[in-house]
């Protein structure tokens, strides 16, 4: 017999079982129970009555809207070629050549992730619309040019600015993993520029490729602000939804499209899913960081690139600034700075704007935090597989889902005072309904609504960090608790500020989940943009997207420094010996 | 590292400092002893501060919070609420939308104080009506002079003009299965020619000569006075509020008539309906707030003796085209889909 | 030499296996650690080694089975409950802690002053003679130098228990060497029982008291570094602790003579072999001697006449890899000492007799 200590229960296991199911509750409460109403919903009519596949059935024999799933998927594969084209060589010449100006090329690269996506459509038809300055020839002085912007032409240029810096960031991330000695040995083998580029630079970045053409798929399939502005009379399932929904109060309808515009997406997400599977780390922990040599004609020629890539974003930048500051556009264009008072139009001054501003400070806070630490438990540990698998699945799921579906939802679930049991007259409190009608629904809509690329990017990252640590940690009794703030957080440090700005740039633009959320006494800067514009203020909802640009570009400098001077501090830990 | 771990820890203090509880930025604007109530409405942004002035001088004590979108927006919200309505009240939304709600069983019937004094079309006729007008919004042409003498058009006046193949590619008009406008102005045509064939066939030629269908009211008015396109079918608020604001703009009401609708408040069912909520109806058909509607509106619910606003026809009750609301209400799903078969899809961009 | 009788029993891994679904990592292991002990797992990879070592720790999870360690039954304590350190061979050391900060890692989250932290940790650094380094980040030390810092913090807790799982295969040789008197020598210093697992023989020999040998997941041999090498009881023992020479033939109990091909060996009687006819002779190279010029060589016994096919120069010693004319795919190896080769002048292609001493002679049981 031996002495059997009392010491088999390990409080810290149990702690991280606790957080695990929890974290898992609260992934399924914000995304997967509020979508099932609606799943409901796409079985019934509008009195809630059960009529099971007719809906779907009505759906596919109605032949205009069986082109729009057809348009819609034309302007998701061609956004998505494009976007990841750019992307890519936009993240190339970012990594790796010796770009003239490469800290501004930088710092500029996501601006037209900055502006409000009904701003880039005021843009484009200042400059491409049929009294556009490029259209009119800048009034009539060279020869005017018709791109025929509404429809087909005008969404993808409109996706493609909202796309292009996706596929960027996920590029530029995967063209730092690099390593010079694979290029030193290739050289060795008087391998030519193209077959390096074809046997190193591409295999080693295919995960990134794969994952950026996944995300710029279903965003550009997903997205509806754009083809709403300028889609003219091309129809797509977004709008489609928009048009049952909003113009006809079809609510069952709207939610069968929905689910239509989900099978693309969860096909996409699969195939991704089983592409990942295949994927093997390529670069190990020694590797020696790719140094750019000067090459003038690929620097120039990635420079003229670029360059061309940012007139063009600026250009639209700066009509929609134009746009602000021009009475009557395009009979009097006289300045003046009166539309940047407020007052006098749609939406309470400037109190949307600071809304705004702390939705999106608040969005970055606590959605850092939760997409960290659900990332953390997911990747880390080993208890509750199958429920860190689900909450894995789940939390890819998001990119998905269309801000509007996202919205109702919403709307569906956490309005509800209670649920019922089935089967029984019983009611239970639903907690989540205290939210409604606060910031709070709305910072919540929004963490989930940018969820999965947080999460995508916050897992890489973790699984980078040496899984060892956890294990010594544990061998010197240290909870892992303190070893997440200590060892964890400090590693991935600059992740989590990146993952920071781009809830608050994204948080500052979104419309389409938080339009049906807003509370009364929360109006937001998006949406009164959007109404300022029904209104016929073109020009006041310019100037207040000019603001959020310009604030956007404010906290992306902050973010540039902070991360400069983090990563000074911590190339001490990574960068190897130098002698 | 210990600065680093500072720089979270100050994150996280700053994050606590921000703490929802705490602030107004969570809840709102801070909300005081007043009663308060919420009113969704679609009326245009620039009008409401003007009409609830007389309201906050007369009701010190009741706080109105304006939740202000689109007729499409607004009714959408009131439908996915319906488990838990947020609103009080509904004011100046579209009576073909409030019959939506009503057929939901959302809206709770009320009689404001004066109701005697809205004429009977613009009410629901039971005692206690479900809906009660404040105006009419009336359909019509938005054409830019600039862009039309550019392109030798001449003025458009009727709907039967609008047919002409001259004008192929030059107009635009909301759609109706995404705005209410654009539903308005098809429903006017199958009501006002001699069949319903009739206005199909009216549809079809002017679907020859649409430029774009947009997926909104105002839009039309707007790309016209942008000079996007040279006409846009939208609505005469909108068309007459644009000449005001300088655009080359000139308001063509149709010679057969507009069609139009009536902007309308509606009464919340809820389990606690607060007695603001009535107060707020009873002011919203009030003699006082009525002027106020008609500086801007040619057609009001309750009669005023203000003078017509500038821009519309001098008999604005004569520009109104047959219209049976309850008909367009129950045929609209109908209407669409034919409409959808005949124009959608197809519609491909030219 | 560690005396096996009336030592105190550390640890006992009773009856441990460990199988995913049919495919088993570890079968029945049973294992004994004495206090203060050197024990060294040993296998190639794949043989279920760090499996062991995991299983102890407690970051993995045995199928079945108990440990039981200094009379205390740990078989489910969860890995913080457990008495042990661990140096894994990536090192793990915190990349963002400085040496210093890194050894006092698990020392800071016990209720102990700071004081005593202080003064614990610089007696670490000192053991491991890093005093100079405390400040430098781990990617501003040497290899040798992490894995120095990485046993340091491994001991900073004073466990019972040191576990090493391949703590220098990723040092250059030289280092490798220098460290393994380190870490032997600090072991005997604590008296810490310590088990390490590496694939290298050699470093399992030279430091530890005692070898496990492993095989596809059960334990083929437990012995000294001596025992191992002079009485291996499986060829896959024989062959993996140095080199051995293994040939299949025929095996005449009654007359203790083995039969390869058409070679007969005497075998010493001093053992008897248990199993049948089809068997495996096993001889190190070292025991194999050349005789060309030796006289008489009919009344000699147990020689073989082979083709040089192989000169290889190992220092003190020439490794000839040899053939049978009537079998040239089967090497024999042979080391001889250099001066024999030199002097006798032995080329690739030559004809020599070598002897198998009959007293170094094994054999085998024949698995096939």
Redesign the interface.
């Known amino acids: 017999m031996?002495?059997?200590?009392n010491?088999?229960k390990?409080f810290?296991?149990l702690l991280l079982r606790i957080l695990i199911i929890f974290v898992f509750i609260l992934v399924s409460f914000f995304i997967i129970i509020p979508l099932l109403p609606l799943f409901l919903k796409s079985f019934s009519d509008n009195k809630n009555n059960f009529i099971g596949l007719e809906n779907f059935i009505n759906y596919i024999q109605?032949?205009?809207?069986t082109?729009?799933f057809i348009n819609s998927l034309k302007v998701a594969i061609t956004t998505t070629f494009f976007s990841v084209l750019i992307g890519f060589i936009y993240a190339y010449a970012l990594t790796r050549t010796r770009l003239p100006l490469k800290k501004f090329f930088n710092t500029f690269s996501l601006f037209s992730l900055y502006i409000p996506p009904l701003a880039v459509a005021i843009g484009l038809?200042y400059i491409f619309?049929?009294?556009g300055l490029i259209t009119q020839g800048f009034f009539g002085t060279i020869p005017g040019f018709d791109i025929?912007l509404?429809?087909?032409n005008g969404i993808i240029i409109g996706e493609i600015f909202y796309c292009f810096p996706q596929a960027l960031i996920i590029l530029v991330s995967a063209l730092n993993l690099s390593d010079q000695r694979l290029y030193e040995a290739a050289e060795s083998l008087k391998a030519s520029p193209l077959r390096k580029f074809l046997t190193i630079t591409l295999p080693n970045i295919k995960y990134g490729l794969m994952n950026s053409f996944f995300i710029c798929f279903i965003l550009s399939f997903t997205d509806f602000g754009v083809p709403?502005v300028v889609g003219?009379?091309?129809?797509v399932l977004a709008?489609d939804i928009?048009?049952?929904?909003?113009?006809?109060?079809?609510?069952a309808m709207g939610a069968t499209i929905s689910i239509y515009l989900l099978v693309p997406s969860i096909l996409a997400f699969l195939i991704d899913k089983n592409f990942q599977k295949n994927e093997a780390s390529l670069i190990s922990?020694k590797s020696i960081p790719f140094k750019p040599r000067k090459n003038l004609i690929v620097d120039s020629i990635m420079f003229i690139f670029c360059s061309l890539i940012l007139i063009l974003v600026i250009g639209v930048f700066s009509s929609i600034v134009l746009a602000s500051l021009i009475?009557?556009?395009?009979?009097?264009i006289s300045l003046s700075l009166q539309n940047f008072r407020f007052s006098?139009?749609?939406?309470n001054g400037y109190?949307p704007y600071?809304?705004t501003v702390?939705?999106s400070?608040?969005t970055a806070?606590?959605g850092t935090?939760f997409v960290f630490f659900t990332a953390y438990l997911v990747e880390k540990f080993k208890p509750l597989k199958k429920i860190r698998m689900l909450i894995y699945f789940f939390s890819t799921l998001p990119i998905a889902i269309p801000g509007l579906v996202l919205g109702?939802s919403y709307?569906?679930f956490f309005?509800?005072?209670s649920f019922s049991v089935p089967f029984l007259d019983f009611q239970i409190f639903n907690p989540f309904?205290l939210l409604?009608?606060?910031?709070?629904i709305l910072v919540l809509a929004n963490i989930i609504h940018f969820f999965t690329v947080c999460f995508i990017s916050a897992t890489t990252t973790l699984k980078q960090i040496?899984k060892?640590?956890e294990?010594?940690?544990?061998?010197?009794?240290?909870?892992f608790y303190?070893t997440f703030?200590?060892?964890t957080?400090?590693?991935s440090?600059p992740t989590i500020l990146e993952i920071g700005s781009y809830y608050f740039v994204n948080s500052m633009i979104t419309v389409s989940a938080i339009?049906?959320l807003?509370?009364?006494?929360?109006p937001v800067s998006s949406?009164s943009i959007v109404?300022?514009?029904?209104?016929?203020?073109?020009a006041s909802a310019a100037a207040m997207s000019t603001l959020i640009v310009l604030t956007s570009l404010f906290v992306r400098l902050i973010y540039e420094f902070t991360s400069r001077n983090?990563s000074k501090?911590?190339s001490?830990?990574?960068?190897?010996?130098e002698t | 590292?210990k600065?680093?771990?500072s720089f979270?820890m100050g994150?996280a203090v700053?994050?606590t400092a921000?703490a929802?509880s705490a602030n107004a930025?969570?809840?709102?604007?801070k909300?005081s002893e007043k009663a308060s109530i919420?009113?969704y409405t679609a009326l245009?942004?620039?009008q409401i501060p003007n009409y609830l002035k007389s309201f906050e001088r007369d009701y010190p004590n009741i706080e109105v919070?304006?939740?202000?979108?689109?007729t499409?927006?607004v009714?959408?919200?009131l439908?996915?609420?319906a488990?838990?309505p947020?609103a009080d009240v509904v004011w100046g939304l579209a009576a073909s939308?409030l019959l939506?709600a009503n057929d939901r069983g959302l809206i709770q019937g009320y009689a404001p104080k004066g109701l005697s004094n809205v004429k009977p079309s613009f009410r629901d006729p039971a005692k206690n009506p479900s809906w009660v007008g404040i105006d009419s919004w009336i359909s019509a042409f938005c054409v830019n002079k600039?862009e039309a003498q550019k392109n030798g058009l001449s003025i458009p006046k009727s709907w039967a003009d609008l047919t002409k193949p001259e004008y192929k590619g030059h107009i635009v008009m909301s759609?109706?299965?995404?705005?209410g406008t654009g539903y308005l102005s098809v429903a006017s045509r199958l009501q006002n020619l001699p069949s319903e064939e009739d206005g199909w066939n009216y549809l079809d030629a002017l679907h020859e000569n649409i430029?774009?269908?947009m997926?909104?009211g105002?839009?039309p008015?707007?790309a016209a006075?942008?000079?996007?396109?040279p006409i846009g079918v939208s609505f005469g608020y909108?068309a007459v509020?644009?000449v005001n604001?300088?655009?080359?703009i000139e308001a063509v009401f149709p010679k057969e008539g507009s069609g139009w609708d009536v902007e309308a408040n509606a009464l919340i069912k809820k389990d606690k309906i607060k007695p603001a909520a009535k107060t707020f109806l009873d002011w919203a058909i009030s003699p006082e707030v009525s002027r106020e509607y008609a500086k801007s509106f040619a057609i009001t619910a309750v009669e005023t003796d203000v003078p017509l606003p500038k821009g519309f026809p001098s008999n604005p009750e004569k520009q109104l085209a047959k219209n049976d609301l309850q008909w367009a209400a129950v045929n609209?799903?109908r209407i669409?889909a034919e409409w959808?078969?005949r124009y959608?899809?197809?519609?491909?961009?030219? | 030499m560690i005396k096996k009788e009336g030592s105190f029993k550390y640890l006992e891994i009773k009856n441990i296996s460990k199988n995913f679904g049919e495919t088993f990592v570890l079968k029945n292991i049973h294992l004994d650690v004495f206090k203060g002990e050197f024990l060294c797992l040993l296998g190639p990879s794949g043989c279920g080694k760090t499996t062991l070592l995991r299983i102890i720790?407690?970051?993995e999870r045995q199928t079945n089975g108990d440990i039981?360690q200094d009379?205390?039954?740990i078989s489910?304590?969860?890995?913080?409950?457990r008495d042990?350190?661990?140096v894994?061979q990536?090192y793990?050391l915190?990349?963002?802690?400085n040496a210093k900060q890194n050894i006092a890692?698990?020392l800071e989250?016990?209720k102990i002053n700071k004081k005593e932290i202080e003064k614990r940790t610089n007696n670490l650094l000192r053991l491991v003679g890093l005093e100079k380094y405390s400040d430098q980040?781990?990617?501003?030390?040497?290899g040798g130098q992490q894995q120095r810092v990485a046993l340091a913090?491994?001991m900073?807790?004073s466990p019972g228990l040191l576990l090493l799982d391949e703590p220098l295969s990723a040092l250059d040789a030289q280092v490798r060497s220098k460290l393994r008197n380190e870490i032997k020598l600090i072991q005997k210093k604590l008296n810490l029982t310590t088990i390490m697992v590496t694939h290298d023989q050699t470093e399992a020999l030279s430091m530890a008291d005692r070898v496990v040998v492993m095989e596809r997941g059960h334990i083929a041999q437990i012995g000294t570094p001596f025992e191992l090498y002079e009485n291996p009881i499986t060829p896959f023992v024989a062959d993996f602790i140095g080199k051995m020479n293994l040939l299949k033939g025929k095996y005449d109990k009654k007359n203790c003579v083995f039969y390869y091909l058409n070679n007969r060996f005497l075998i010493s009687q001093n053992t008897e072999y248990s199993f049948l006819e089809n068997c495996l002779l096993g001889i190190r190279p070292e025991d194999i001697e050349i005789i060309k010029f030796r006289k008489n060589i009919e009344k000699e016994e147990n020689i073989l006449r082979v083709k040089i096919k192989e000169i290889t120069y190992l220092g003190t010693i020439f490794r000839l890899t040899v053939v049978l004319e009537s079998k040239l795919e089967e090497n024999i190896f042979v080391d001889v000492i250099s001066n024999q080769v030199i002097s006798n002048n032995l080329k690739i292609g030559d004809f020599i007799d070598i002897k198998l001493k009959k007293e170094k002679i094994k054999l085998f049981e024949s698995n096939l």
């Open positions: 031996y002495f059997k200590k010491f088999n390990s810290n296991i109605n032949p205009s809207l082109q729009s038809i619309g049929k009294q025929n509404y429809g087909f709403k003219g009379n091309f129809n709008t928009y048009k049952q929904v909003v113009g006809q109060q079809n609510f922990g009475k009557i556009w395009p009979y009097d006098n139009v749609a939406g109190e600071f809304n702390f939705m400070i608040y806070i606590f935090i109702l709307i569906l309005n509800k005072p309904s409604y009608g606060t910031m709070g040496d060892e640590f294990e010594v940690s544990e061998s010197l009794k240290v909870p303190k703030l200590r060892i957080i400090p590693l440090l339009i049906f807003y509370p009364a006494k929360i949406v109404n300022m514009d029904d209104a016929g203020d073109t983090v501090k911590s001490v830990w990574i960068n190897p010996l | 590292m600065k680093l771990f979270v994150a700053i994050g921000l929802p930025w969570w809840w709102g604007k909300g919420t009113v245009e942004d620039d919070n304006i939740v202000r979108d689109s499409g927006i009714t959408a919200k439908l996915a609420e488990e838990n947020q939308s939506v600039i759609n109706p299965a995404s705005s430029a774009q269908y997926h909104s105002s839009k008015c707007k006075g942008k000079g996007e396109y909108r509020k644009q604001m300088g655009q080359p609209r799903e669409l959808a078969k959608d899809g197809k519609s491909a961009p030219k | 720790s407690g970051l039981v009379g205390l039954l489910n304590s969860p890995t913080e409950k042990f350190g661990i894994f990536s793990a915190f990349p963002n802690l890692y698990g989250n016990k980040f781990p990617s501003q030390l040497s913090r491994a900073a807790l």
